[in-house]
């Protein structure tokens, strides 16, 4: 399901903070420690994976539609 890796810059982005209804839940870093890559929730995946198999998609990035403008 997630073997686009345009989807899942999707979800990562709908899931940025202020989002009502976030794809994921990003586990934020701790602090005093030292950068790490992108820490997500197994749960939270699961539920996008669920949302995807009932035929719901994330929003589109700017970049994608700035192009549908075009």
């Known amino acids: 399901m997630l073997n686009s890796p345009r989807m899942l810059a999707r979800m990562i982005a709908a899931s940025k903070p202020g989002n009502v209804n976030p794809w994921l839940r990003i586990v934020p870093p701790r602090i ?8 997500i929730e197994q ?8 949302r995807l198999l009932e035929g719901e998609s994330p929003p589109l990035l700017d970049c994608e539609i ?3 403008e075009e």
């Not at 005093?32 to 820490?39: A, I, M, S, V």
């Not at 749960?43 to 669920?50: D, M, R, Y």
């Open 32 to 39: 005093g420690r030292k950068p790490r890559d992108l820490l």
């Open 43 to 50: 749960a939270s995946v699961e539920k996008a994976i669920h």
């Open 66 to 68: 700035e192009r549908q």
